[in-house]
T-cell receptor, first 115, second 113 residues
């Protein structure tokens, strides 16, 4: 069964500092990979996705993620964090089945941004 | 494209009552998903519709839960005889089969007292 591990439950960074959120997955083959962001009391917004090709993926709000097959990782990065980035971030995987996607989410990393 | 909408946004009910939630997907998205998210966890898959057909249900979906998608448009999720353990955020997502990306609604937060 597929699984996603986000080892950091909570991360605090200073505004303007760089950010890296870790994500490791377990799956038999390379799955589709996603990062979503959730603000308090809100639904999930897609930041970026990796299906194939270039392993460095650009997303919205200045985020990027790098797929590393050898490490089964898909870490999310941002060079300079803004206070509005404070939210919870979820890494997710789905099989490349060609059919519907049964997405499996990690448990999330809550980001706090301090002035 | 107005996004996925869900109603109500919040629901407080007493144990044993029935509740129904509605999800309106992005128009022309033929795939629709329901997820449940409890505090401190990521969303967990509940069920999936392709058009009006319910094609998969998670074991999380007990017989007190039922979902429908008449005419392949909006969907409803009903919980009968609610229990305190049903308290959670219920998320709906829709997907265009060509995009292979799910777009989420704002969720319905249920509190069972």
């Amino acid at each position: 069964a597929q699984s996603v591990t986000q080892p950091d439950i909570h991360i605090t960074v200073s505004e303007g500092a760089s950010l890296e959120l870790r994500c490791n997955y377990s799956y038999g083959a390379t799955p589709y990979l996603f990062w979503y962001v959730q603000s308090p009391g809100q639904g999930l917004q897609l930041l970026l996705k990796y299906f194939s090709g270039d392993t460095l993926v650009q997303g919205i709000k200045g985020f990027e993620a790098e797929f590393k097959r050898s490490q089964s990782s898909f870490n999310l990065r941002k060079p300079s964090v803004h206070w509005s980035d404070a939210a919870e971030y979820f890494c997710a995987v789905a099989p490349k089945s060609g059919g519907y996607q049964k997405v499996t989410f990690g448990t999330g990393t809550k980001l706090q941004v301090i002035p | 494209d107005t996004g996925v909408s869900q109603n109500p946004r919040h629901k407080i009910t007493k144990r044993g009552q029935n509740v129904t939630f509605r999800c309106d997907p992005i128009s022309e998205h033929n795939r629709l998903y329901w997820y449940r998210q409890t505090l401190g966890q990521g969303p967990e898959f509940l069920t999936y519709f392709q058009n009006e057909a319910q094609l998969e249900k998670s074991r999380l979906l007990s017989d007190r839960f039922s979902a429908e998608r008449p005419k392949g448009s909006f969907s409803t999720l009903e919980i009968q005889r609610t229990e305190q353990g049903d308290s959670a955020m219920y998320l709906c997502a829709s997907e265009n089969r060509h995009q292979e990306t799910q777009y989420f609604g704002p969720g319905t937060r249920l509190l069972v007292l």
